[in-house]
Nanobody, 127 residues
Framework: QVQLVESGGGSVQAGGSLTLSCSAS????????VGWFRQAPGEAREDVAH????????????SYADSVKGRFAVSLNSAKNTLYLHMNSLKPDDTAMYVC?????????????????WGQGTQVTVS
C-alpha cells in the first residue's frame, strides 16, 4: 500500500532550524510532483515547496513559496525514497501542520488538487 510518513516536526524558537523528512513506500508509478504543503488553523493550505520532475528520475525543478524562499530548501533522495524540507531562520508565521504529498501524473505542482497521495502531517511550532 502507498504510504507517506512525515517526521522531524517540533517546537523551536524563532531563528532556529528544523529538517522534516517524508518517507515513501509502496509506490510503483513514477512521481511527477513531490512537495510539502502547510496549513495553519483557519487558513488555506499553502504550497511551501515542491519538485516537478514530469516523471523523470534524473531531473527535477524546485519551486518555493515567496514566504519561505531563501530560508527553506527541498531535496529528494530517490535511492531512499525520502523527501526532505530543510527549514532555517524559522519565524512564528511558519507555525503550521506540514504535510508531504506526491502526484503520479502530470499536472500543476502548485495545486494541492493535483496530488494523489498525502501523509498525515507533522506539526511545526515556532515561538
Amino acid at each position: 500500500q502507498v504510504q507517506l510518513v512525515e517526521s522531524g516536526g517540533g517546537s523551536v524558537q524563532a531563528g532556529g532550524s528544523l529538517t522534516l523528512s517524508c518517507s515513501a513506500s509502496g509506490f510503483t508509478d513514477p512521481s511527477y510532483c513531490v512537495g510539502w504543503f502547510r496549513q495553519a488553523p483557519g487558513e488555506a493550505r499553502e504550497d511551501v515547496a515542491h519538485i516537478d520532475s514530469d516523471g523523470r528520475s534524473d531531473f527535477g525543478t524546485s519551486s518555493y513559496a515567496d514566504s519561505v524562499k531563501g530560508r527553506f530548501a527541498v531535496s529528494l533522495n530517490s535511492a531512499k525514497n525520502t523527501l526532505y524540507l530543510h527549514m532555517n531562520s524559522l519565524k512564528p508565521d511558519d507555525t503550521a501542520m506540514y504535510v508531504c504529498a506526491v502526484a503520479d501524473s502530470a499536472g500543476d505542482c502548485y495545486s494541492a488538487s493535483e496530488y494523489n497521495y498525502w501523509g498525515q502531517g507533522t506539526q511545526v511550532t515556532v515561538s
